[in-house]
């Protein structure tokens, strides 16, 4: 079965729902996209979990099912 993106209706549900949220490759660096979104997220009030795959220093460094 190929994937596909939720429709707006039920990302806005999910986004109503669901108030953590885990950025895969958090870059700390302002002028990367994933830091403008993760800062934009957290002015909405998500909580962020950073995940770098190549930093483990105050970030996950992977997910894993049932690790939240």
């Known amino acids: 079965m190929k994937f596909?993106?939720?429709?707006d209706a039920?990302?806005?549900e999910l986004l109503?729902?669901?108030k953590t949220i885990a950025v895969v490759g958090?870059?700390?660096?302002?002028a990367r996209p994933s830091f403008r979104?993760?800062?934009a997220m957290q002015r909405y009030g998500y909580r962020?979990?950073?995940v770098r795959p190549l930093?483990?220093?105050g970030c996950y460094v992977q997910l894993t099912a049932g690790s939240m």
């Open 4 to 7: 596909a993106n939720p429709d």
């Open 55 to 57: 930093v483990d220093e």
């Open 16 to 18: 109503d729902r669901i």
């Open 48 to 50: 962020i979990i950073p």
């Open 37 to 39: 979104v993760a800062q």
């Open 26 to 30: 958090l870059s700390p660096q302002f």
């Open 10 to 12: 039920a990302l806005g």
